[in-house]
């Protein structure tokens, strides 16, 4: 398969998951789990998925995909402090893939008490590098034109 056609499909995967995303909560079914909180299950599903999708992504060195998984803290970095503060941490997908989370906490509040080894959920961009990819975009977007994002961590929403 040829770089674009993979990326097509790439594409095509990433629009199937949202409208799966719209159309199966109205539907009174759901494979994403929602900021507020879901059940075990529900939130299992959401992050195998996110994995599947993710190992996609890397695979065809794809960027800009909205994207929903959970993960185990690896390690804590210290904060990225040029331009906007980001909160930085490396987390391990139960693939064995790893992620940088980015975020934003000039727009949303520091992940209090987060720890090595500890599980957290994640709603933001995904984008592509050689190391696994980066996350971003896991808050709220002050001007409304960006789809909001989110962590979940120790029962409480960041965003």
């Known amino acids: 398969m040829g770089l674009n056609s993979r990326r097509r499909a790439t594409q095509l995967v990433a629009l199937l998951a949202a409208v799966l995303a ?9 494979l994403m789990s929602d900021a507020g909180g879901s059940s075990p299950g529900a939130a299992a599903a959401a992050a195998r998925a996110g994995d ?22 690896e390690r804590l970095l ?32 520091r992940v209090e008490g987060l720890g090595v080894g500890e599980t ?14 980066t996350i971003h975009w896991t808050h ?6 960006h ?6 961590h120790g029962g409480r929403v960041y965003e």
Do not use: K
């Open 147 to 152: 789809a909001s994002g989110w962590l979940r």
């Open 120 to 133: 957290i959920a994640f709603r933001g961009v995904y984008e592509w590098s050689s190391e696994g990819g």
């Open 22 to 30: 719209l159309a199966l909560p109205a539907m009174g079914c759901g």
């Open 140 to 145: 709220h977007d002050p001007s409304g034109d």
């Open 52 to 73: 599947a999708t993710l190992a996609r992504a890397f695979e065809d060195r794809a960027s800009g995909l909205e994207i929903e998984g959970a993960g185990t803290v």
């Open 78 to 109: 210290a904060d990225d402090e040029v331009g906007s503060r980001h909160q930085r941490f490396i987390l391990r997908l139960a693939s064995g893939q790893t992620l940088l989370v980015a975020h934003n906490i000039d727009v949303a509040p």
